[in-house]
T-cell receptor, first 113, second 110 residues
Framework: EAGVTQSPTHLIKTRGQQATLRCSPI?????VYWYQQALGLGLQFLLW???????NRGNFPPRFSGRQFPNYSSELNVNALELEDSALYLC????????????FGPGTRLLVL | GENVEQHPSTLSVQEGDSAVIKCTYS??????FPWYKQELGKRPQLIID?????GEKKDQRIAVTLNKTAKHFSLHITETQPEDSAVYFC?????????FGKGTSLLVTP
């Protein structure tokens, strides 16, 4: 069974630009979560999508947004990039019946210059 | 919101010794407590989890205990091996978002 996949692996942007990160969940998983792992700050919850809808978001500004497609894959968009957005962005998926159990993808490392 | 504290931040043990990592949480509504292992440059990997209706769970050399009254849970690794060296994260959840501790860097020396 294929695990969670993310693309691209690395992304370099300049301040003020927009970044788009993609995630494909494990087959059969309907929930997708996004987390930010910045140096010294640990893993912080960004967004939760389930059945195509945004269900919950963490303490991040509205320039962090995303969507979930009918095939349950997801996209994270970060607008007006700031230097402090540099981090590893991790996607996780879980099945609907055990939502807490999450499996992570390899992440996208975003560098904002 | 939920606040998860994790201690210690670094832990060094000799091969064959036991390692214990402790976490506390603030929201009594949390009912799911997973532990993840993250090796350098790799994704967090779920190693064991426990739900609030269970006090202890064991999987080979790894065990987790939960004290709901005190709102703390612990990871125990016995007979540590060099390949156990990694950063370990605890988390607490009410069934969706995971609230993570800041991690424990475990070093197992031969």
């Amino acid at each position: 069974e294929a695990g969670v996949t993310q693309s691209p692996t690395h992304l370099i942007k300049t301040r003020g630009q927009q970044a788009t990160l993609r995630c494909s969940p494990i087959s059969g998983h309907t929930s997708v979560y996004w987390y930010q792992q910045a140096l010294g700050l640990g893993l912080q919850f960004l967004l939760w999508y389930d059945e195509g809808e945004e269900r919950n978001r963490g303490n991040f500004p509205p320039r962090f947004s995303g969507r979930q497609f009918p095939n349950y894959s997801s996209e994270l968009n970060v607008n007006a990039l700031e230097l402090e957005d540099s981090a590893l962005y991790l996607c996780a998926s879980s099945p609907t019946d055990t939502r807490g159990t999450q499996y992570f993808g390899p992440g996208t490392r975003l560098l904002v210059l | 919101g939920e606040n998860v504290e994790q201690h210690p931040s670094t832990l060094s043990v000799q091969e064959g010794d036991s390692a214990v990592i402790k976490c506390t949480y603030s929201d009594s509504a949390s009912n799911y407590f997973p532990w993840y292992k993250q090796e350098l440059g790799k994704r967090p990997q779920l190693i064991i989890d426990i739900r609030s209706n269970v006090g202890e769970k064991k999987d080979q050399r790894i065990a987790v205990t939960l004290n709901k009254t005190a709102k703390h849970f612990s990871l125990h690794i016995t007979e540590t091996q060099p390949e156990d060296s990694a950063v370990y994260f605890c988390a607490a959840s009410m069934g969706y978002a995971l609230n993570f501790g800041k991690g424990t860097s475990l070093l197992v020396t031969p």
